[in-house]
Structure formats: C-alpha cells, structure tokens
C-alpha cells in the first residue's frame, strides 16, 4: 500500500475500522465489538479477503485498538482519520489539536449518545500514536452549505443565538460521496441538482446543488426526519406532553421509544427493524409488516419530494445504504410516489441491482436514477489526507 489511512468510528462498546489505500480492493476492515466484556472481539476482513476474528476478553476501546494497530503495523498507516457525527459549528474536516478537541466537546450535548464515544477513540488514539497526524471528519459538515431559511427551526431567537439550535443535518460523507460520484458518471462533476436517499437503519434524504448541501431531512439530532430502523423520523413535537400528560412517561422513556422503538420496528409490532424481514413477512401476509413497508416509501418519496423546492432543477436521485443499494422493491415502490418529475423507473435493469453493484435504473429519458454503493470510509480517508497534506503545506505542527 503506497499511502493509507486508518479510519476509525468509535461507538460506546464497539469500534468499526478500516485501512483504506489507493485501491478499494486492498481495504483491510472490520469491527471490534463488545468491548468491555469477555465476549470483546474483533471480526473482519483481513489482506486478500481473508476473514478475521480474534478474542480480546475484556478489552476495552484503548487496547482494541492497540491490538488493531499491532496488526496493521506492517502497511504503515500515514494518518488515522476520526469519524465524529457532530461538529457543531465546524464546517470542515480538521486537524485535530487541543482546541478542535475542546470543540467537539462543546459539541457532546448535540449529540450525547455519539461524541463522547468518539472522544474516547481520540483520546486512545493519540496517546498511543502520538506521532501520526489525526483528522476528525463530521457528520455535519457537508450540510453547512444549507441556506439559513433551511437549517433555521421557528423558534425564540435566542435559542440559536445563545443554545445554537438549528438543523445540523448528519450522513453528511455518505451524501457527499454519492452525490460526487453519481455527478461525476454523469459527466457533470459538482454540477446540477441531487436528489440523494441513505436508507438503512438510519436514514436520511438530501438535496445537493453544484456538488453543496442544500437542505437535508435530519436536523437538530439524528431522529428528525424519514422512517428508520427503530427511529420515528418525523412525529408532532407535542406527542411528548401527549404521552407524558396521558401515560405518565417521563421525557427520558418518551426519548428512549422514539430512538430505539419506534420506526419500522414499532410500525411492525416489533416484528422486525431489517427490510428483509419486513418484505419477507408482507408478501406472506403480515398486515403490520405491509403497512411498515407502505409508511417507509411513501415518507420518504414525500421528504424527496419536499427537499427537491430547494433545487432550481432536479438532474437526478441517487438510491444508497443497505435498503437503496439492495432492495429493488422499495426503490420500486418509492418511485411510484414520485410521479409528478418526469422519473422512468426501468424494472428490469432496477431488479439487476443488488449487493454493491452500481449503476443507473432509469430508461433514459427524464431525470437520472441512480443506486451508488456508499463509501464513507473513503471519503473519511480522503478529507483525511487532505487535512494532512494541506497542514504539511502550512507548516502545521502535527503529531
């Protein structure tokens, strides 16, 4: 590997990872899970293809990823690129120092349930590779482009001004990556307007002019939004008092149900929050599951649809995560929503397209339909190593 980065998103009892080179083929990756227990381990895919799976009883993040880097030493990592989902008020990449890290930090209240866990692999990381440069990537940075009247809540003034309260939006690498790279197979790099959908146990929407966010579906926190796995998206803000007033609920157990039961989980009966069983069970005639289905797609063409007033022109859609990249019905049934911008579904070739393959699923005529295979781990990897490379030309202290 001439060049690599380590990528590394830390989550409160796992750490998904991987070492990303010039070529995607060569990715070493996987997932150290269950730390701090005895079941610790961690699974993945070494050089090759070879499949990896080590017992770490009791390891927790620090040593996972000494244990990591022990068996990565030999392809040399240049850098270690962060994952960190919210930025705050960052608008980039960035190098990490002591002050961005007291940013991120400041930002834990926005996002409770993912810097601090993020924060832990940095602190990890840098003290046990103080000499490699480390960047942290944000979620919410490629949604900083948004006009105010989109990431603006109807609110008292001053809780943006003092509270910073606004749409942040999140999947940002995910969105930037596809829109990129659907533009680019387009033959109109950065140009035009996007319509994107990262659909998977979480989701979102986004619009994307010129290669800029534009507007996007999550907001404040990851739960605002379309239909997910166990996340409501969407809900009355007064279904709070509706619940707490009525059953009793405090806000903690109302926040739990709305984040972790509700979605296609809750919608099914707790049947499931994985689209394959869901699709599965309604043709076997399961009601709920149907009307889980039915509620995904339509939400989502409707958010679509709602994103698309952001856009002076809609050149194409972009299906991507686990459900776009792989279920063909539901891009299917989205569609059949969407009648009124001129999209051609081409059944066929949108059966073809399944388990990372990419490629168009239109007829040609009207705007463009595309499923792209996601890669957020390269795009990390390259913001990464610009970061590093323009710190070099600065004269940057890093490591």
Known sequence: MSTSVLVINCGSSSIKYALVSDRRENRIYGLAENLGTAEARIKGI??????LELSIPHADHEKALETLLARL????????????????????????????????????PLAPLHNPAHLVGIDATMRL????????????AFHQTMPEHAYRYALPKFFYTEHYVRRYGFHGTSHAYVSDRASELAGQF????????????????????????IDTSMGLTPLEGIVMGTRSGDVDPSIHSFIANNLGWDIDKIDKMLNKESGLLGLSDNLSNDMRTLIEASENGNEDARLAIEVFSYRLAKSLA?????????????FTGGIGENSAYIREKTMIYLPHFGFKLDKDQNNTLQRGTEGRIDVGQGPQIWVIPTDEEGRIAKETEQVVQQAKKLDVVIG
Request: charged share 15%.
């Open 306 to 318: 709602g994103l698309s007033c952001g856009l002076p022109k809609i050149d194409g859609l972009i």
């Open 129 to 140: 590779f103080p000499e490699l440069p480390q960047v942290a990537v944000f979620d919410t």
């Open 73 to 108: 030493a030999n392809y040399k990592p240049q850098a270690i690129g962060h994952r960190v989902v919210h930025g705050g008020t960052l608008t980039k990449a960035e190098l990490l120092t002591p002050e961005i890290i007291e940013r991120i930090v400041a930002a834990t």
């Open 46 to 51: 070494t050089v090759g293809g070879e499949p």
């Open 190 to 213: 950065r140009q035009g307007g996007w319509l994107s959908a990262h659909l998977g146990n979480g989701s979102s929407t986004c619009a994307i002019w010129n290669g800029e966010s």
